[in-house]
């Protein structure tokens, strides 16, 4: 090599041509169109879609329209989240929760259905502070196919009533026992004690769900407080998991499991004064199961904590299913088939340990599955009410 090779400049890279920048830039507007239809489509809502009766909008101060009006009978609603955070809406009768749909995220829209029967019902609008609206559901003058008679409902609900009554036993014991755990500062046993407690108030999930405040307290997750965890409102198992799983610590738990305490003594009260409404065994089942879902279905993996949540709601399900079989069995038994069949599916992909948390997080694979297995559960459930001619 010379010393004029040295000093000579390198070779600047050649430009492409015209012909070449015109289709990139043409490409570029096709990308940039094709992406602004999407974004569109996916914010529209002008008009509810689909089968949908009505179109409600959630907002950080509420809903739009406060006030809706539609007729008796299955009602699909389509809710869209205008609000800045993730958001659930709840239809609640008194404080009984008919329908629920959480983790709508901001800026999407998400299908509730749930059947009404004529009556004035609430709207839950967002944050747990925001006001709520109101539903006036009007008679629709069809005739409704025959229903059972309400002494065929009078041994499922009896023996439910047994089941709820022993599961509460159970479940009061075990929350003493997570209380003398968090008052020694043991966390080892503090979160075994947990694990107890918490699977068994998932088999009390439908019945705590007629109670919308109680429902609130025991069981509703961070994000729905305007504060989040700092929030004073945030109580109940996930304000302990939060200090336990996610904190390391038992300080300054004492006076959250002894509010736990106090709120399931309630719930046991309330319970006892109380008779389930047949269209909730299965309908509570369905709300619960798509509630699990809806909580996790934007995560990449499960964690054990969410995993023995899903088993500890499976097998409440199953109680239920079981008393109801009979009925399906004789009124539509296709039915039937299809909501055993994903039970079935269900619990044969969840963990068989009673403590699966020693276990690491779910697989991707896993995790779809068994969302994808919830989801189908849920939908077979709230084909019950139709089989059984049931409302309400």
Known sequence: MTARDIARPPAAPSAPSPTTLRLGVLGAFLLMLAALA????????????????????????????????????????????????????????GV?????????????RQPLSVSLAPGDYAMTCGLLSNPRGTLHVIPNGDETPPALAATDFIGPLAEYRVYTTLELRHLKRQVAALDAAIAEGDLALA?????????????????????????????????YFADREADPD???????????????????????????????????????????????????????????????????????LARADLAGLSEGVDKIVGLLSPLLAQQAPE?????????????????????????????????????????ALAHALASVNHALALSG
């Open 191 to 223: 979160r075994q004690r947990y694990h107890d407690a918490r699977r068994r108030s998932r088999h009390l999930a439908v019945p705590t769900g007629l109670f919308g405040d109680l429902d609130q307290r025991l069981d509703a997750r961070a994000a």
């Open 335 to 375: 039915t039937l088939t299809r909501v055993q069949s994903a039970l079935s599916s269900l619990q044969q992909d969840l963990p068989d340990s009673e403590d699966d948390t020693s276990r690491d997080a779910a697989s991707v694979t896993d995790t779809g599955k068994l969302l994808q297995e919830s989801a």
């Open 96 to 108: 009984m929760v008919l329908a629920e749909r959480e983790n709508i995220a901001p800026g999407l």
């Open 234 to 304: 945030f109580v109940g198992f996930h304000r302990l998991a939060l200090s336990l799983f996610e904190r390391d610590t038992t300080h300054d738990l004492a006076p959250i499991v002894e509010r736990l305490a106090a709120d399931v003594d309630q719930l046991s009260q309330r319970l006892a004064a109380t008779t389930v409404p047949p269209a909730q065994l299965a309908d509570g089942s369905a709300r619960v199961l798509l509630a699990w879902h809806d909580a996790h279905a934007s995560g990449d993996t499960l964690t054990p």
């Open 38 to 93: 999407t974004f569109a489509l996916s914010l529209k809502t002008a008009s509810p879609g689909g089968d949908s009766d009505a179109l409600v909008t959630v907002t950080a101060q509420g809903c739009e329209p406060a006030h809706l009006e539609v007729e008796a009978g299955r009602r699909t609603f389509t809710v869209v989240n205008r609000s800045p955070r993730a958001i659930e809406w709840e239809v609640v009768d």
